[in-house]
Structures are given as structure tokens and as C-alpha cells.
């Protein structure tokens, strides 16, 4: 079946990278997200990648995919206590001969930033 | 372009009462989508529309939940008979989809409706 799994917990001081990491199982997932929760809030979309590509680059952010191995990664560059939330890894499952566009979320990893 | 608003944003009400809560999408979103969050968890999908048809639901959309998008642009999600279980955060999300107007694919959450069962 579909999952998504997620390390829970990141702490990292300010101005160092941050690397949040990702797994997934279903190989025919075409998009992959990655989401920002504050507390209390709704869900960010920060960025996304596309499953034949390997790599993105978007400002402080830049997405690693390696397919075979069913793994995402998330590189925050220069983080800073702003940074401070939870991120979600997200899989758009597949359904017959269409893509819902539904969404399959990991459980979260908490990215603590420290000053 | 306002994004996905939902109302109300909490709610507390006594177990065995009905709710109903609402979500206004992006305009000309013809993709909706509710899921379900508990603390410490990942939203969990319940149910998507392509404009007012509903066309998936999830095993969690037990028979005392119903959802709605009459005329394709908002949404209802209505849970009768609550249980303390029900207690979470609903959000909403919308898509392009099919519109044409931006990646189908770029899924817009709202800022959620916080339901505690009392």
C-alpha cells in the first residue's frame, strides 16, 4: 500500500543546513511535496518535484529525489528560526487510469531552530 | 486570489450533536479535497470533488460524515452524530485540476476547522 515515512524530529542552529529526509512506497507516485505547518495553521506548499527528475532548486530550498531507492530529501539552506515549523512529505497517489491528485502525507518532521 | 478560507476555524460541541463546517477554494479550482488531521499526525485523506462530483472517499468517511459541493464551488463537510474520536483538524485544499489555468497538480490547503467533542 501507500505510506510515507519521516524522521520526527530536526534541531539545527541558525545559519547551518538543515536536511530533512523522506521515504515512500509507491513507485508510481508522480509528484512529491514537500508542505510547512506552523502551529495552528493550515498547510504551506513550499515546493514539489516532478518523479523524473532528480533534483530542484527554488531560493534557500533545493529538493533531492532518488527513485530507486524511494527517497526525498529536503535541504534548507542558512535556516533560521522563522524556519521553525513542520514539514510534511507528500506523495500524489494514483487511482485507476488517472491521478486523483490525492495526497499522501508522511507523519511530520519538527524542525526546531535554535539561535 | 484569496486562497482556500474556511469557516469556522473551532468548534466545540457536545458528542452526539451534528456539525457542519464549510470551504470556499481558490475561484475556478475545480479540484476539492477534505482531509483529516489528529496531533502529531499527517493530514489523512477523506474525500475529493471534480467540480460537484464527488469522486473518491476514504474508508475514514464513516456513514455519519457527508460532503457536498452543490454547484462546483464551495464545499460542506457535515458529521452527524459526532464522537469524541471525530475531535481533529478538517482541512481543505483545492487544485486547479482540469481548469486549464495553472498545474492541475499545486494542491492549496486552508488554515483548517479545529472540531473538539466534548
Known amino acids: 500500500g501507500e505510506d510515507v515515512e519521516q524522521s520526527l524530529f530536526l534541531s539545527v542552529r541558525e545559519g547551518d543546513s538543515s536536511v530533512i529526509n523522506c521515504t515512500y512506497t509507491d513507485s508510481s507516485s508522480t509528484y512529491l511535496y514537500w508542505y510547512k505547518q506552523e502551529p495552528g495553521a493550515g498547510l504551506q506548499l513550499l515546493t514539489y518535484i516532478f518523479s523524473n527528475m532528480d533534483m530542484k532548486q527554488d531560493q534557500r530550498l533545493t529538493v533531492l529525489l532518488n527513485k530507486k531507492d524511494k527517497h526525498l530529501s529536503l535541504r534548507i539552506a542558512d535556516t533560521q528560526t522563522g524556519d521553525s515549523a513542520i514539514y510534511f512529505c507528500a506523495e500524489s497517489a494514483s487511482h485507476g487510469s488517472g491521478n486523483t491528485g490525492k495526497l499522501i502525507f508522511g507523519q511530520g518532521t519538527t524542525l526546531q531552530v535554535k539561535p | 486570489d484569496t486562497g482556500v478560507s474556511q469557516d469556522p476555524r473551532h468548534k466545540i460541541t457536545k458528542r452526539g450533536q451534528n456539525v457542519t463546517f464549510r470551504c470556499d477554494p481558490i475561484?475556478?479550482?475545480?479540484?476539492l479535497y477534505w482531509y483529516r488531521q489528529t496531533l502529531g499526525q499527517g493530514p489523512e485523506f477523506l474525500t475529493y470533488f471534480q467540480n460537484e462530483a464527488q469522486l473518491e472517499k476514504s474508508r475514514l468517511l464513516s456513514d455519519r460524515f457527508s460532503a457536498e459541493r452543490p454547484k462546483g464551488s464551495f464545499s460542506t463537510l457535515e458529521i452527524q452524530r459526532t464522537e469524541q474520536g471525530d475531535s481533529a483538524m478538517y482541512l481543505c485544499a483545492s487544485s486547479p485540476g482540469t481548469s486549464g489555468r495553472a498545474p492541475w497538480y499545486e494542491q492549496y490547503f486552508g488554515p483548517g476547522t479545529r472540531l473538539t467533542v466534548t
Open positions: 475561484s475556478e479550482h475545480n479540484r
